[in-house]
C-alpha cells in the first residue's frame, strides 16, 4: 500500500475521444509523475508536475496533457485516442522533484482503446 | 522508446535457487534503480544505486551500478515463491526527470 490512489481501475474508450484518467498523490507529495506502460514492455515517462507547473516530458505528442492541483492530486488528459494509446496508465509521487528513490507508484489505470 | 536491455527477458528457477539478472545501456546515467512489479500493481522500488561501482544489499537482494555507468546486475539469492514478479531496471539521467525502464525480467518460482 503506497498511499498512491488512482481512478477508474480499468477504462473502455473508442479511437477518437478524449479520456481523463485521476490520481491521488500521497499525503505530502508534491512531485507527480505520469508514465505509459504497453502490455510486456517497462513504464515510459509521460511529463512530471511539480506544484502545478509541468516540470519535465517524455516522448509524448501534445494529445497527452495534464493537470495538478493545489491539493496535488492530478490529472491525465488524452485527446483523440487512438488504438496504440492502450496501455496501463501509472502515476507516481514524490515528496520533491528529483526523488526518484522516493516516488511511489499508484496501481495504475488501464486503458483500452477499440 | 527503451533505452536499456534488460536480460534474460523470463526466468523459470526452482525455490531456493539464485538469480541473476543484469541491464545495460548505451547512455550514462545519475541513477540506476531496480524495481519488482506484482500483477495488478505499480512497481515498488527495490534498490536505488547511486555510484559508479557501488554495490547495495537489501535483504537477499543484491545490486551494482557499473563502473562506466551504462550497466547494472540484480542478484537474488534463496528465491522464495513471492520473488514472483517483473523486474524491471530504470535509469535516470542527472537532474532530469525522464526516468528510462527496461522492459523487465520476469520471474517464476516454482515451489
Known amino acids: 500500500e503506497t498511499g498512491v490512489t488512482q481512478s477508474p481501475t480499468h477504462l473502455i474508450k473508442t479511437r477518437g475521444q478524449q479520456v481523463t484518467l485521476r490520481c491521488s498523490s500521497q499525503?505530502?507529495?508534491?512531485?507527480v509523475s505520469w508514465y505509459q506502460q504497453a502490455l510486456g514492455q517497462g513504464p515510459q515517462f509521460i511529463f512530471q508536475?511539480?506544484?502545478?507547473?509541468?516540470?519535465g516530458r517524455g516522448n509524448f505528442p501534445p494529445r497527452f496533457s495534464g493537470l495538478q492541483f493545489p491539493n496535488y492530486s492530478s490529472e491525465l488528459n488524452v485527446n483523440a485516442l487512438e488504438l496504440d494509446d492502450s496501455a496501463l496508465y501509472l502515476c507516481?509521487?514524490?515528496?520533491?522533484?528529483?526523488?526518484?528513490?522516493?516516488?511511489?507508484f499508484g496501481p495504475g489505470t488501464r486503458l483500452t482503446v477499440l | 522508446g527503451q533505452q536499456l536491455n534488460q536480460s534474460p527477458q523470463s526466468m523459470f528457477i526452482q525455490e531456493g535457487e539464485d538469480v541473476s539478472m543484469n541491464c545495460t545501456s548505451s547512455?550514462?546515467?545519475?541513477?540506476w534503480l531496480w524495481y519488482k512489479q506484482d500483477p495488478g500493481e505499480g512497481p515498488v522500488l527495490l534498490i536505488a544505486?547511486?555510484?559508479?561501482?557501488e554495490l547495495t544489499s537489501n535483504g537477499r537482494l543484491t545490486a551494482q551500478f557499473g563502473i562506466t555507468r551504462k550497466d547494472s546486475f540484480l542478484n537474488i539469492s534463496a528465491s522464495i515463491p513471492s520473488d514472483v514478479g517483473i523486474y524491471f531496471c530504470?535509469?535516470?539521467?542527472?537532474?532530469?526527470?525522464?526516468?528510462?525502464f527496461g522492459a523487465g525480467t520476469r520471474l517464476t518460482v516454482k515451489p
Open positions: 547512455s550514462i546515467f545519475n541513477t
Open positions: 544505486l547511486y555510484k559508479a561501482g
Open positions: 530504470a535509469g535516470q539521467f542527472y537532474n532530469n526527470n525522464d526516468m528510462r
Open positions: 507516481a509521487s514524490s515528496p520533491e522533484r528529483t526523488s526518484t528513490d522516493t516516488q511511489y
Open positions: 499525503s505530502g507529495h508534491n512531485t
Open positions: 508536475y511539480y506544484r502545478e507547473e509541468e516540470n
